[in-house]
């Protein structure tokens, strides 16, 4: 993360345009499997636990079909990624992408703040998960508070070291497919016996028009794709990063909305939409009304391991994002400070946590879920501008470069989206990248006054 946001400064963008596969200290150890894993884990999980129901809310039956929407458009947008790193393999991210395509230190800070915003916001959201039906399969204790004690837990995870973290990630990633995986052949089984009802999968909501309640759902079901767009920060250290990037990224992408799809048909052949609305723990009453001898504090359990994973790498990536951001000023200085022996941003750690924990107390589940979606539009809506922008700037290597008409529809999907916004989303984002409009102009006017006291100080 501090290489990074080292690399959003305005004159850095200059030096990135070396060939693909030279001039980086890091080694190129990541290969087209493990690069595939990375984003499938990124990906894959936690979102689908905690939002079919909401999903089903707003469309009815045909759960898969905003799913399945939600795939596209995040396609869309990943073919821009794939163009810029490969074009730029030692780029590091969006915020690079909007430094190198608009020059503009302020846009790039946004841009990479908005990301830093989306992830404190989603673990809150992951938190208020965490403490619905599937914790009350173990334990009945409001929700509210429920969810601050597991944001504490996270940040002391955090805090005790990466290795730690990235351990406890690669057990809980298994698990949250194993329960997906679970969930599929559950409705498969309920079908044979007769007991499914497969004309659901087609049934909308009769309240309001199928594109109006597609689209209104795509919204939501969104959120479960993002998280492609950190794999953009570890192209340093991809090998043939040309042809291994995007093979990876589409791929991975394809198996997460495949499960999806056949995640939300399967929701729908065993529970009515209403009921799958009505629980804050879907998957759970799935597995519940399927009746085939599943232990439901068993698939609890993996619905836990499920979400603490996906907040688990949220805080993660945020308090790092702070560290690398304050190591090189654009955030105040303290946030750049670590623990002697454990060697972990405490204070970035602590200022993302309490930040979650107050976030909390904001809103539900599906509100702060359309905000982390609102805030990484803002980025990929600069990163599919970028990407048609940068195609001025030509480099020596090949790269993978997306049909112009892919990075288009993929601004027009993303603006479509934040159509959909309700006002008090807009104003929980506006809040959060308020706060960082403050910082930065903080952070600049004392880097002014630095600079121009230096020569008096000589």
């Not at 949220?314 to 654009?330: D, K, N, Q, W």
Request: charge should be positive; aromatic fraction near 6%.
């Amino acid at each position: 993360m501090r290489r990074a946001a080292r690399q959003v400064n305005e004159g850095d963008a200059d030096h990135l345009d070396e060939d693909a596969g030279h001039g980086t200290p890091l080694a190129r150890a990541i290969t087209g499997p493990l690069l595939f894993v990375f984003i499938l884990g990124d990906v894959l999980g936690a979102g689908i636990y905690a939002l079919v129901g909401v999903i089903a809310g707003e469309v009815g039956g045909a759960v898969w079909v905003p799913l399945l929407l939600a795939l596209v458009m995040a396609l869309l947008t990943a073919t821009s990624y794939a163009e810029l790193v490969t074009k730029y393999p030692r780029a590091g991210g969006a915020a690079v992408f909007a430094q190198r395509a608009y020059r503009t230190p302020l846009i790039s800070f946004l841009v990479g703040f908005s990301m830093l915003a989306a992830g404190v916001t989603s673990a809150a959201g992951l938190a208020l998960a965490f403490s619905g039906d599937y914790l009350a399969a173990f334990v009945d204790v409001p929700t509210v508070p429920a969810a601050l004690v597991f944001l504490l837990l996270v940040g002391l995870l955090n805090a005790r070291g990466i290795k730690e973290s990235m351990r406890a990630n690669v057990v809980m990633t298994v698990v949250e497919v194993t329960g997906l995986v679970l969930v599929v052949v559950l409705a498969g089984i309920v079908l044979g016996r007769g007991d499914g009802t497969l004309s659901r999968v087609v049934e909308f909501d009769d309240g309001r028009s199928p594109a109006l309640a597609v689209l209104a759902a795509a919204l939501l079901a969104y959120y479960s794709f993002v998280g492609f767009e950190t794999s953009a920060n570890v192209a340093e250290e991809v090998t043939n990063v040309r042809t291994v990037y995007p093979r990876a990224l589409f791929g991975a992408l394809l198996t997460a909305g495949a499960v999806y799809v056949l995640v939300g048909l399967a929701v729908s052949v065993v529970l009515p939409a209403g009921e799958l609305a009505a629980s804050s723990g879907p998957l759970l009453a799935v597995v519940s009304a399927a009746d085939v001898g599943v232990p439901p504090r068993l698939f609890s359990l993996i619905a836990l391991v499920a979400v603490a994973n996906g907040a688990l790498l949220t805080m993660i990536m945020a308090s790092r994002l702070t560290y690398g951001m304050a190591s090189e000023g654009l955030l105040p200085r303290p946030f750049a400070r670590v623990l002697p022996r454990r060697r972990t941003p405490w204070v970035a750690i602590v200022a993302t946590t309490a930040v979650a924990m107050a976030l909390c107390v904001t809103g539900s589940l599906s509100a702060l879920a359309e905000t982390v979606v609102l805030l990484l539009l803002v980025v990929f809506i600069s990163t599919n501008i970028a990407v048609l922008v940068l195609r001025r700037d030509a480099v020596e290597h090949r790269h993978f470069r997306a049909p112009t008409v892919f990075p288009i529809l993929a601004l027009v999907t993303c603006v479509a989206l934040l159509t959909q916004q309700s006002a008090a989303t807009w104003l929980r984002a506006a809040l959060l990248l308020a706060v960082g409009v403050v910082w930065y102009a903080v952070s600049r006017r004392r880097s002014t006054r630095t600079d121009a006291e230096s020569p008096r100080a000589q």
